[in-house]
């Protein structure tokens, strides 16, 4: 055997090696995951008893997301309005500009642009929050003082996202709705009675608002556990806490659109 | 329980959530079509679906009677079983016929019932025995074509005037 054959063989056995390093530690990083998402699940019945908790971190996440959903959901349903005109008259079916907007919007637009401004504007201050928490020893103090940190802090704020993501959600699509009308109806000069008549005819209640909301839930679910536990685990210096939140935006912006193909592959595929 | 600031400002929040679901609900979407009322399953059996789809609706006279429910492709005699769920509000008669119509050009496909004059109303589970397929473009063309054809072959027969246009 040469030594050149011998450097690749173990050049081979180092990548391998690598590779299983990396495989292991990204497990690792899952199972603490899966356990925390279990506990916290466990932990939060207590909750029920203290519903203050939990409003109180709606108002954090869910009140102050408002503006920002609001407002970007009149300029999609404007942006719609408008792309939507400009192919439709091309087929000549600008009365269809309703039932575009609305489907976009109910379907895939508002569960996913709001889940990854909620990432944005709710995840990544829950993130730099518990970081920093952690990072002041507050989680440490708390355990001391026989105060579980994971019911006393995680959990509200888990079930304050789920809460809030699909209301945001609604609002999103609803306010989007009504800027698509405001570029169609008033600016364009489509029939309004078309317009809304299109997209009755068109929208139905529980395939597609209802799976809309159901993706918006997941999403919440996903966004607002990823930001928690990226602020959970993040090593209690000022770089780690910045590396929690970039990772926190990173993780939960893939997180929402590969979910978001799995359920629209699994809810609209059948028909 | 006290009442605070921050109770009343997520109580807003929740309330334009529900707002806006509600607005989605009605004005959005067809929760007026959603009805549960009662209804009966009716079926018929099709040599061609076309493009008929399930909860596609069926009229009659242009009202929305009822719903698809299922379709399914029946291969010992070859033919499409439609099943229809029905409005018990509304009675037809055993010898009504559907057809398979489409809404302007290119719309949605839909079944259209119309009723016949038998005294016997059709009841749950029962059958529709007069169908029409639904209308396929392709074959309606080359029927056409070969009609053309048809003709100009004749022309050239008679008078030997070429019509090839």
């Known amino acids: 055997m040469t030594t050149e054959s011998k450097s690749l063989f173990s050049g081979l056995l180092n990548a391998l090696g690598d590779l299983g390093f990396f495989i292991r530690r990204n497990l ?62 091309r087929y000549g079916s600008e009365q269809a500009l309703g039932l575009l907007v609305a489907l976009s919007l109910t ?40 105060v579980d940190p994971l019911r006393r802090v995680i959990a509200p704020r888990l079930w304050a996202g789920i809460i809030s993501m699909p209301i ?77 939140t970039t990772r926190t935006v ?22 | 329980m006290r009442k605070s600031a921050i109770d009343i400002w997520v109580g807003i929040f929740v309330a334009i959530g529900m707002l806006a679901m509600l607005f989605l609900a009605l004005k959005v979407g067809n929760m007026s079509a959603v009805s549960f009322a009662p209804t009966y399953i009716v079926s018929a059996r099709f040599d061609n679906i076309g493009g008929l789809k399930p909860r596609a609706p069926v009229k009659s006279a242009g009202v929305v009677v009822g719903r698809i429910a299922d379709i399914k492709f029946d291969d010992t005699t070859y033919q499409a079983t439609v099943t229809m769920t029905i409005d018990k509000t509304y009675k037809f008669p055993k010898d009504s016929s559907a057809k398979i119509l489409t809404s302007g050009l290119l719309g949605e496909q839909y079944i259209g019932l119309e009723a016949g004059g038998d005294e016997q109303m059709l009841a749950e589970g029962g059958k529709i025995n007069q169908t029409q397929s639904a209308v396929v473009l392709e074959n309606l063309i080359s029927q056409f074509l070969y009609n053309k054809a048809a003709d100009s072959g004749q022309d050239k027969g008679e008078g030997g005037k070429g019509s090839s246009k």
């Open chain 1, 168 to 244: 945001l959600a609604t609002i999103f699509s609803a306010v989007g709705v009504l800027g698509g009308y405001l570029v169609g109806v008033p600016l364009i000069g489509v029939d309004s009675g078309a317009f809304w008549s299109q997209m009755q005819g068109g929208v139905d209640l529980f395939d597609d608002i209802g799976n809309g909301f159901i993706k918006s839930i997941v999403f919440g679910f996903a966004v607002t556990f990823i930001a928690l536990y990226q602020g959970y685990e993040a090593k209690p210096t000022p770089e780690g806490v910045s590396q929690a």
């Open chain 1, 250 to 271: 990173v993780l939960s912006s893939l997180a929402v659109l590969a979910l978001d193909f799995l359920l629209t592959a699994m809810m609209f595929s059948n028909n």
């Open chain 1, 107 to 146: 379907r895939e637009l508002g569960p996913v642009i709001t889940a990854l401004l909620f990432a944005g504007r709710a995840g990544t201050s829950l993130t730099a929050e518990i970081g920093l928490m952690k990072a002041g020893e507050q989680l440490s103090a708390m355990e001391m003082m026989a």
């Open chain 1, 28 to 89: 690792t990083g899952l199972g603490y995951a899966a356990r925390m998402f279990a506990l916290v699940l466990v932990r939060s019945g207590s909750l029920l008893k203290r519903p203050r908790l939990v409003s109180d971190q709606v108002l954090f996440v869910g009140n102050y997301s408002f503006v920002i959903i609001t407002v970007s959901g009149l300029f999609v349903g404007f942006v719609l309005g408008l792309q939507g005109y400009y192919t439709l008259t």
